[in-house]
């Protein structure tokens, strides 16, 4: 049997890194069965189009994964395939939370004819096997123990997924009209690939708007480091043997949420030599032991997430985060700076304790602090989080199902000391602010003493997170970018071509004078 695993495109951003579980199943597969995948993100099609290949390729089963904010898209791909014959299964985060909803079963239209709820590592096979059967089910869902709660797979051992030879095209950075001008730069940089890496799931931290703590569970589970350690090194022959560049993004909710066994596997990692350019996300509170801050930059750590939420403690307490205290941010963030680590500061506005003029307020914080990346988002009551019941119970959701109507930045539910609009303006305000030709030239003068290969890489990270918020998919808005941008960019070059030119005459000159020691001798 031929399946498709399928990811929607969000309809308003690319996202800079594929996802996870398509390759994970693929790997999972029972081997008798040939498994396509396409991320609507990448390579972007109609519902038509999206039907019309799998005719042509016979796919006969089709997985679609979504999160809540992609799902309505994720559900007209799923009727128009089912509408031309063609069966469906869905999984991932929403279905899980919302199952009656894509089986049609709360009033609404049909969207699959199968669901797999929870972690699927250990029912896809059986799917997959009852599908080729004719024997699809309904639902598919994990053991449960005695307390029924579902069994989750131990991670040990962890499926091979053959990075070094999976198609990867798809999910190259590099926009095409710039691939042959970037791959003569340095060791190649013609592809550009971050690729995600799991090396634990769970979190016991029960942030209110959270999914995580609910769908993965509040136990934590690890692979073996040797795991970890044999697919960083597979990335790395391969980003070698294509003169490419591979990024990688451990995909673990808080990757130091037991710093014992982070440091036993950055360790591991730094005696394999299994070091690539890599992004975590984890919480400040972990942050402020420098032996695991050492360990990170060695390890190849070059930029860290940061769910940092909001400057007000009062909000960090309404949300069941104030372990993560506002007033040490600066602290963790000097001492990241000083091992050349960027951080990734994310923010949530529209929270209880919000007022107009959070954007400004958050933004003097954020300038005064090392340059980052800040990202800004809105709080959300997602399907079964601790914040969707207890918005629903004070009767404070204006959209209930705000995912069957998404937009972007519209929240769902109304502040209680701001409105909706306002608190989009915020949110639109903050972007704007943040990656303008301006502020990205202010940060880049911040970090003005730091290696000039450093100051590049924060440009071009700044590039691609604008990217985020605005669209800039094709080659006319890239132009532009760097049209606006031109006077820090000018500089920048000027710089490193005279630092390149003048290593290069150390090394001819130190050559000389070795030569001329030889011949003297
Ligand atoms: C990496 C990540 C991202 C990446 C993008 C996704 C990517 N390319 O990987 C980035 C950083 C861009 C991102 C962004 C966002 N993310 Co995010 N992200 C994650 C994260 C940390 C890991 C995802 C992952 O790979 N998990 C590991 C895999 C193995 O798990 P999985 O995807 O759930 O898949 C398993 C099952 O669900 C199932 N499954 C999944 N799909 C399918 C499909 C089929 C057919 C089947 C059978 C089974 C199946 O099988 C898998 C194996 O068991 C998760 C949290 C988490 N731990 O999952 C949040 C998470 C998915 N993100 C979340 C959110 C909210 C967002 C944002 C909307 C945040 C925002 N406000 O902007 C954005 C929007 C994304 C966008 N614009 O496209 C929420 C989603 C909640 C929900 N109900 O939808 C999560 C769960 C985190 C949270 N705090 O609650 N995210
Ligand atoms: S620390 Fe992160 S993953 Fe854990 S519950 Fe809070 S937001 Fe979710």
Redesign the pocket.
Known sequence: MKIL?YNPD?G??R???????MF??QSLTPKEHEVVLIDG?AKAMSEAELVEFCRKENVELV????????VARAYKFADALRDAGIKV??????V??CPDEALGKDGGRRHADAV?L????ET?AL?VNDAARGELKEI?QPETDQKGNDKK?SLQPYPHIPWETLDLDQFSLVPSFMRGFMSKLGDGWGKFFVV?I?TG?GCPYGCE????TG??GDSIRFRTNESVVEELLRLKARARKEKGQIAV?F???NLAINKKRLKTLLRDIIAAGAQLPWVA?ISANLLGDEELVDLIADAGGKWVFIGMESIDPANMADVNKNFSRPGDYQAVLDRLAKRNIYAITSFIFGMDNDTPGVADRTLEQVNSWQPGLPVF??L?P??ATPLYTRLEKAGRMTRPKHWLEFAPFVMAHTPLKMTIEQARQETLHAWQLSYSPERNAEALAAISDAPIGYRIGHLVARFFFRG?YFPQMNRRAWIKLLMQNRRTIFSLTKEGVSTWRAAKRKSRDRIAEVSAINAEN
């Open positions: 695993l969000n308003v951003t996202n800079f890194m594929p996802h996870l579980w994970l199943l993100n997985g679609i994964g979504a999160m809540t904010r992609m299964v869905m999984g991932g985060p929403h899980t939370e797999a929870g972690e699927a590592d896809w799917l598919y797979p995600p799991e799931r708007f959270c999914t995580v769908f993965f993004f995909i673990d909710d996300q988002g809105q959300t997602f399907p985020i």
